[in-house]
Each structure stands twice: as structure tokens, then as C-alpha cells.
């Protein structure tokens, strides 16, 4: 099967916030070219390291985002690297990079004589800001960003500081959204003829995951707080992560009418194991509604689930939700994932041969009828490509040999 | 320049954020995008919040508004054979047709893709829902909390003292419709190309897991389970949210590597604390990281948050204030990228709305509509788009078809 984006060649300077962009036009089945510096890129120095081996060929992080791209070095600070680039960037159809702003343009490779060189050429570049405007010149990273955009003021305990999730979630959203606008510059071209630049910014990009709680603030006056395990809704705060048996699960009383079937369920559910009370089954389920319930409501109802949960498996009671259509998942760990047999099932997992040996990924990221979709590639050794790159370009062995004496790749 | 999906008409089933926030991307494009819904089923977010006596009812819902601008709306009630009959037409008609119902809904009504596929070789259509159109967990109903729950995302987030928390907004609905998006753009590209349609099937909890596989390697690779560990970095130090003056107000302050460090440190006025040469290396600084963050929490403590991070960052010293969402209304940046777009509501009034965070050089997103009331479009889009006869569309009114 074909790719979505197979003929699309992208040259991919990104640095870890822009992994995942090349990475998803690379399972789409575009060409995707990661160029580094002669040095590699820093990824390749974090640990974790692939069986605790220091080597720039294990770097964990490197290895996950970075699958379905070729690798090339070149070095951009030498004239000669640049010149090298203009020439791919003639025969690419995109470009993505996560330099500061200006950065690309210091060098002569901003958009203006990418876009003289290739007018055809879409140039995506992911900053924590944007381009322009009075905070363009801001430094950013994963935490800052997502603290400047709402969401981690409302992620976490109120007795403790705000909360970000531990891997950085700003550049898988950042990174789709690139993506998103990579392939919404191919469809104008379709139409114009004409590339152009993509500005992606990392903190608008984590607005939205508020699910338009930030826009709603006009109308609702909600600043936004953070309840831990616990969920603010209307009148009261009403847990969703439960401790069970052995672990947690994730559970709500809220959710409108759509929930209520599986309140039922569960209801019932207990009742089977003798843990309903009286008053839980005589709840009139037609007329609940989550936002008008008081406090007192609200934990009275939660102390009967919460007693049921602690005398349960995450796996007992996910097992019993998919069954019985129970709105309820455990707060899975990768053991979990791994094992689980919906994802088994899917043939969701792949094992990827590299020089190193055999490493299971998470595989596609969606299925398609008629395009392939996922990993086409291990993430490229250091400099592995670089000879049948620049091949393209006209440059024999030997130019090669010379290119990297001189250290330009 | 022209809008690049202007002439694009997306059918849309579904509700939610997971499926509606993807097709926004084409709305604010140029692209017509149509809402089938039915007051029978009406989407949960026009009933989440809702109370009895609320102003404008199923309209009145502040949260389907906000997701939903830019779209029309067509009601039909799929529970009568006719108003299939009617949702058929409009899918072969459409350009594309998205769908986030649960799976096996879209086939009860024969509006699924191997259905609808026959009448139309080229058709484009995405479904998204939870754990994927196939498996033996394919049924199982869980909201974006749960997805968020079952791709590992809670079990990163929080505090290694306490239990796991979900990153605010359930962040698989947030994954999601970006992936969507991107599918769908991906297929519409193809389409354009090579004349091939396609069904794409977008498991929520697989696409989590994707973004996490740096998580999953670690696990299979070396068997190790990353765990939540607050705002903390495994690589660096100070990387953390300090307290500022004021009720509930901080700083988010990261330290990439020594010159950040020394810049920091400048900052801070060279205290006697913060100069000492054990603290000069990452590995210096991630061995006494309590002490570094007791330190810098007191010195942050008495400031004011926003004036911190200006002060900060002119410095070259990464770090912005904890926003909430009344600050985002203030912020100059956003502002500047035109983030939030005013819209006039039926119910609500005027009110913003927002767009997503790409801004193409040759056209801007435009936010031109208010979400669209249950069935505000349902005479024009089938009369006006679809063609449907007058006396036609008043024989399927006068039988309950359009509610």
C-alpha cells in the first residue's frame, strides 16, 4: 500500500520539540530526511539509554520519535553546509525546524531565500511562541509553555503547585499540529502552485486540550482550579481517579446523559456482589442529573463506589466495563499497555530490527483502508544516509570523503 | 488568497471534542463543514451542563458553542428510515465524512463505509472512537477520561507521593481531533492526487500510546516504568513551578543546561546558596534539588509572577507565570496571533471562540460564525446545497423527520 504523503520529500532540522512532527509525515509515507549536526543531535546524549549503554546509537528518546526518517549530517554553520542545504531545499517540498525565530534567517536560510530557492516549498517551523508578536523572542520548553497556556494551572492538587504530565506533552501537540499544517500547505499547492510558511506555536497549541474551558471563561467566570483526583463540576467536586485493589481507575458521576447508562450498569453491578445499598438502587436514574446534586449527595453516592472499588482488580473491573458497557478504564502503566489484549488483538505492536537488535514500538497510529500508515524505518543511525542523500545532489564517494574531512557532515 | 478547503463540504456524526474539534481545522479554512445531529441524541456537550429551565435549552450550551462555531447544522432523526435516507444523501454528497460515534452505530443505520463505499468508489471517511473500529474491546464506551486513563497518560501526571491525576481536559480528546485532522487532510490530499478515496479508522487510546513511546521503549527496551515525578526533569535542575505573591499564583522556571544556570543565578543577586560550585553541574544540581527548589520558591515567593518572568526572560532565563483561563484573555501573544475570535451566539450572545495554533503565510483562519443551533441549517442545506424539492422537504418535515 501507498502513503498518503508518498512523493513528499521533507528535510527535518527539528530538535525534540519537533521529532514527532517528522515522525508522523514519515508514517504517513512521506521522504523524511533528518539532518543533524556533525555531532548528532543532543537527543542523542539523554538517557535513558537502550540497556543502560551509553551510545548515541541508544538514546531512548532519540529512538522513540524518530522512526520513518532517513538521517543525513550537515553542518549549518559552515558555508558550504548551507549551500548543500539550498540545493536539497530545491528538491524538497518541505522543510521543518524548531530554530528561535530569526535563527533560520541569521544563517540565510530563513523563509525569504528558502522560498527563492524553492518556491514551491512549504516551510513549517514549531517555536514555544510563534514568530512574531512581543513574546516571540521568549524562550520555551514543555513546562513553561504548557504553564503559559492554561492548562497546568488546573492540572494537579490544590494544595500543591500546578502539575505537568512527566513526558512532554506540548510537542506531541505541537508536533501533530505541525503536521496538520505541513499537509494543509501540500493541499494549497495542489491548487496555487505556491508553498509558504507554517508558524506553529507551542503554547496556542496547548490551549485547546483545555476543550474550550479558556474561551468558556467570558461566559462561565471559571478561572480555571485544580481538584486533584477529584473533578470541580457546577455545584460540587466529585472524585474520577479511584484507588481499587491494586491500583487506580478512573470513574465519573458526571457527564449528562450520556453517562447514565453505565451509572446503571455499574449499579447493578455491585448489586450483584452484594455492595448496593438500598437507597443507591432505589436511585431514580431518569431524572439524575450531576449538576444539581449537593455535596452531601455527591459523597454519599462516592463512598458506595469507592467501597467497591477497594475490594477490586484494575483488571477485574476493566474486564466488567467492557463487558458491561462501564464507563471505567484503569490508569494503565506501559506493563498494562503492552499486555493488553485489545491492543494484541490489533496487532498494535511492532518489533523494529535495528543495528543494535529488536525494539517493540507502539505501531500505527491509525489504520487506513487504502494508505499505509506507520513505522516504514527504524530512526536512523548517525550520518547513515548522508552519502545517498547528497547522492541526489550529484555529489560521487569521493565528494563525500572530501565533505567530511572538511567536517560538514 | 482563496481559503484552502473553500468549496469542501465535511459531513459530520458525532459529538464531543474528539471528533467536532478535528473538522474545525477545515471550518476555519473555508471548508463547509455540517453537523448531523438529532434532538433524539442530541451531542453530549449540548446536555452536559444542562438544567432544567436553562436559557435556549439544547442552543444554550456555552461548551457545544465554544468547539462548534464555523459549522451548520442539520437535523434528522435517524431513527426513522427516511431520515437515513436523507443522512445517505448528504454522505455521498460530501466531500468527507467524519464520524465519532461508538462503533457499529454508523452500521445500524447502513451509513457506514463498506455501505456507503458501493455508492461511492471515492468516498473519504474517518471514524474515531475510543479502542478502534475492530478488537474485542471495540465496544467499550469510556469518555475521554478513560482514554486518557487507558494510554497511560494519568499515570505520568501528578505527584510520585500521590495518586495519578489527568492532565486537565482529558487529553486524548485534545490528541485526537489533531490526528483526525491530520488524516483527514492526508486522505483529501491523496484523493486530489490519485483519485483514491479511503476509511480511516483513529483508535483514541493507540494514538495516546504513540505520543508515549518514548514511555513504551523504556519499558521494552529496559524494563523500567517511567512514573510521574511532579514538574521535575530526569535530566536537569531547577525544572519546577515556584510559589509568587499573591492567591494561587506561580512561576514555571526551567534550567536547560549551565549557562542557564549561571544566567539564573545573576538573577538571583549571586546569593551564598546558589554560588556554590557543587551546584554547578546538572548532576550537582539534581543531587540537592530540594534545597534548589526550597530556595528559589522563598526568593519567587514575594514576587509578582508576570513581572518575574519578563524580568526573568530578559535575562535569557527560560520561564513564564502559571496562566489561567482569565489570563489567557490578557495574554499579549496570544492577542497578537489572533487566538480568540469574537462571535455572535443565538443564546449566548457575543462571546470568543478559538482557532488552532497554525498561522499560514497565505491565508488566515477565520472564525466567521457562531456554533449553529440544533437544526438552525437544516432548510438550507437541503434545499439550497442538496436540492431537495420544497414540497419534498415539507412531506419529510410534516413527518417528524428533521428533529
Not at chain 1, 530554530?99 to 514551491?120: C, D, H, I, K, V
Not at chain 1, 499540529?177 to 510558511?197: C, S
Not at chain 2, 500510546?209 to 529496559?222: D, R
Amino acid at each position: 500500500m501507498r502513503g498518503d504523503l508518498d512523493g513528499v520529500r521533507v528535510l527535518d532540522l527539528t530538535r525534540e520539540p519537533g521529532f514527532f512532527a517528522g515522525k508522523l509525515l514519515g508514517d504517513l509515507g512521506a521522504d523524511v530526511v533528518k539532518i543533524e549536526p556533525p555531532g548528532g543531535d543532543p537527543a542523542r546524549r539523554r538517557p535513558p539509554f537502550w540497556g543502560g549503554v551509553v551510545d548515541p546509537e541508544r538514546s531512548l528518546l532519540w529512538l522513540a520519535l524518530n522512526t520513518s526518517k532517513r538521517g543525513i549530517t550537515l553542518d549549518l554553520d559552515r558555508p558550504r553546509g548551507r549551500a548543500l542545504f539550498l540545493d536539497l531545499a530545491g528538491h524538497a517540498d518541505v522543510v521543518l525546524e524548531t530554530e528561535a525565530p530569526g535563527g533560520m534567517a541569521s544563517r540565510g536560510l530563513g523563509w525569504l531565500a528558502l522560498q527563492a530557492q524553492n518556491p514551491r516549498l512549504v516551510h513549517c517551523a514549531i517555536t514555544p511562541f510563534g514568530q512574531d508578536g512581543p513574546r516571540a523572542g521568549w524562550r520555551g520548553s514543555d513546562l513553561t509553555v504548557v504553564a503559559a497556556s492554561g492548562n497546568l494551572y488546573s492540572t494537579g492538587d490544590p494544595d500543591r503547585a500546578p502539575v505537568r504530565c512527566t513526558l512532554p506533552v506540548s510537542y506531541y501537540h505541537g508536533g501533530i499540529e505541525a503536521a496538520v499544517g505541513v499537509v494543509f500547505g501540500l493541499v494549497a499547492r495542489e491548487q496555487t502552485g505556491a508553498g509558504q510558511h507554517v508558524d506553529v506555536a507551542l503554547q496556542e497549541a496547548m490551549v485547546m486540550p483545555n476543550i474550550g474551558t479558556a474561551a468558556m471563561f467570558k461566559m462561565t467566570g471559571n478561572r480555571g482550579s485544580r481538584a486533584g483526583a477529584f473533578m470541580r463540576q457546577e455545584k460540587s467536586v466529585a472524585r474520577e481517579i479511584w484507588p481499587c485493589r491494586d491500583g487506580f481507575v478512573s470513574f465519573a458521576l458526571r457527564g449528562g446523559a450520556a453517562r447514565i447508562p453505565g451509572l446503571v450498569a455499574m449499579v447493578r453491578y455491585m448489586d450483584e456482589h452484594g455492595m448496593a445499598s438500598p437507597a443507591l438502587k432505589a436511585m431514580d436514574w431518569k431524572t439524575y442529573n450531576h449538576n444539581l446534586l449537593t455535596q452531601d449527595e455527591v459523597d454519599a453516592l462516592s463512598r458506595e463506589f469507592a467501597a467497591f472499588f477497594a475490594t477490586k482488580t484494575t483488571t477485574e473491573l476493566y474486564h466488567a466495563a467492557c463487558e458491561r458497557n462501564l464507563m471505567l478504564a484503569p490508569i494503565n502503566t506501559p506493563r498494562e499497555i503492552t499486555a493488553s489484549v485489545q491492543l494484541a488483538a490489533r496487532e498494535f505492536f511492532v518489533d523494529v530490527a535495528t543495528t543494535r537488535g529488536t525494539l517493540r514500538y507502539p505501531g500505527a497510529f491509525a489504520r487506513s483502508t487504502a494508505a499505509r500508515i506507520g513505522i516504514a524505518r527504524p530512526a536512523p543511525r548517525l550520518g547513515e544516509h548522508t552519502a545517498e542523500v547528497l547522492a541526489d545532489l550529484g555529489l560521487g564517494a569521493a565528494d563525500v570523503e572530501r565533505l567530511r574531512a572538511e567536517g560538514v557532515v | 488568497m482563496t481559503d484552502v478547503f473553500a468549496g469542501t463540504t465535511i459531513l459530520e456524526f458525532g459529538g464531543g471534542a474528539a471528533g467536532p474539534v478535528a473538522t474545525r481545522y477545515f471550518a476555519d479554512h473555508g471548508a463547509t463543514v455540517i453537523r448531523v445531529e438529532s434532538r433524539q441524541r442530541p451531542d453530549f456537550l449540548r446536555t452536559l451542563r444542562l438544567t432544567p429551565g436553562a436559557p435556549g435549552g439544547l442552543d444554550g450550551a456555552h461548551h457545544f458553542a465554544v468547539l462548534n462555531a464555523n459549522k451548520l447544522s442539520v437535523a434528522l432523526n435517524l431513527s426513522k428510515p427516511e431520515g437515513v435516507a436523507v443522512a445517505r444523501q448528504l454522505a455521498l454528497w460530501a466531500d468527507a465524512v467524519a464520524e465519532n460515534f461508538a462503533p457499529g452505530a454508523m452500521a445500524k443505520w447502513g451509513l457506514d463505509y463498506a455501505s456507503l463505499v458501493k455508492d461511492r468508489a471515492d468516498l473519504v471517511m474517518i471514524s474515531t472512537c475510543l479502542n478502534g473500529q475492530t478488537g474485542p474491546e471495540r465496544h467499550y464506551p469510556g469518555f475521554g477520561g478513560q482514554g486518557s486513563a487507558l494510554a497511560g497518560f494519568n499515570h505520568l501526571t501528578g505527584w510520585p507521593d500521590r495518586e495519578p491525576v489527568g492532565p486537565f481536559g482529558t487529553i486524548t480528546d485534545s490528541l485526537s481531533p489533531r490526528f483526525a485532522a491530520l488524516l483527514l487532510a492526508g486522505a483529501l490530499f491523496r484523493r486530489r492526487r490519485t483519485g483514491e478515496g479511503q476509511h480511516i479508522d483513529l483508535s483514541q487510546v493507540e494514538g495516546g500510546i504513540v505520543c508515549l513511546t518514548e514511555s513504551i521503549l523504556t519499558y521494552t527496551a529496559n524494563g523500567e516504568v517511567l512514573t510521574r515525578m511532579g514538574n521535575r526533569s530526569r535530566h536537569e535542575a531547577p525544572h519546577g513551578v515556584f510559589p509568587c505573591a499573591g492567591k494561587d499564583r506561580w512561576i514555571a522556571i526551567v534550567v536547560h543546561d549551565d549557562d542557564d544556570w549561571r544566567r539564573l543565578v545573576r538573577v538571583l543577586g549571586d546569593p551564598a546558596w546558589a554560588t556554590a560550585p557543587s551546584l554547578a553541574t546538572p548532576a550537582g544540581r539534581l543531587t540537592q534539588v530540594d534545597e534548589v527548589e526550597k530556595c528559589l520558591g522563598e526568593w519567587t515567593s514575594t514576587q509578582d509572577a508576570g513581572a518575574l518572568a519578563e524580568h526573568l526572560q530578559a535575562a535569557g532565563v527560560d520561564a513564564t507565570a502559571v496562566a489561567d483561563f482569565a489570563d489567557l484573555h490578557e495574554d499579549p501573544q496570544l492577542a497578537h496571533r489572533g487566538h480568540f475570535q469574537s462571535v455572535e451566539h443565538a443564546v449566548l450572545g457575543r462571546h470568543p471562540a478559538e482557532t488552532h495554533a497554525i498561522r499560514f503565510s497565505a491565508t488566515a483562519p477565520r472564525i466567521h460564525s457562531a456554533a449553529p443551533r440544533l437544526g438552525e441549517h437544516t432548510e438550507h442545506v437541503l434545499q439550497r446545497l442538496l436540492g431537495m424539492p420544497a414540497d419534498e422537504y415539507a412531506r419529510l418535515a410534516a413527518a417528524g423527520i428533521f428533529e
